[in-house]
């Protein structure tokens, strides 16, 4: 994506808006699918509603507009892919956000997760190793009104410190195993979601949680496969 075609939407047509509640239909029926997994029956009402108001097309390339509101990943570009909806509505809602958290993402891409993170939290800072992406994702942020969200470039291990300590920090790249800087920067009870095993292999989705000595409680949620948490060059 350049920083051109940013802010870019289809038009708000019946149709679009018949394919996007047909996305927020299947996300639903895919949370009661693999409840076993998750624990999560269904997500919770603020969720769905921050998935009905992100336009998920203003967040990818317009050759893409057709496959917008398909419950599947897509391409951005730089190697890089914007996460399949029912991926997103699960992270978001295993964070299990309060109206006053300040919450880290590791991974912007496109900026779509820090969309939906905006309108459930007070804070949203937001890291991509991409630099392009990470101008791309902050104009495009900027221009669709999301004002409570910081972007930067740079080495997502190293997450943001001096914004720390965060309630909550959420991972949309696969590291194989849980960066220590993170843990470091997550407030005791802070919850942790992130996707961890090998590079281009299924990996697991655990829900972390923060001890007060440090340490963290891990759940797996789900077997998943995301693109690489990789260090800039």
Known sequence: MTTADAAELM????ERQRAHQRLLDEIAAEAAATASWTGRQHFSAPVMAA?????????VLPAEWPFAYENRPLGIGHGQTISQPYIVALMTD????????????????????????????????????????AAAARLRLAQLGYENVETRAG?????????????????????????????????PGGRLVIPIGPRYDTQTLYRCVKRADGTLAMEEKLPVAFVPMIRPN
Request: charged share 25%; with cysteine; hydrophobic share 50%.
């Open 155 to 187: 080495d997502g291990w190293r997450g943001w410190p001096e914004a720390a300590p965060f309630d909550a920090v959420i991972v949309t790249a696969a590291p194989t195993e849980v960066p220590a800087e993170l843990v470091k920067q997550l407030k």
């Open 51 to 59: 998935l009905a108001k992100v336009r998920r097309d203003a967040f």
């Open 94 to 133: 295993l964070l299990d956000l309060t109206v006053d958290d300040r919450v880290l993402e590791i991974g912007t891409g496109c900026g779509y997760q820090a969309a939906v993170l905006a309108l459930l939290a007070a804070r949203v800072y937001t890291v991509e190793v991409v630099p392009e992406l």
């Open 11 to 14: 038009p708000d047509t019946p």
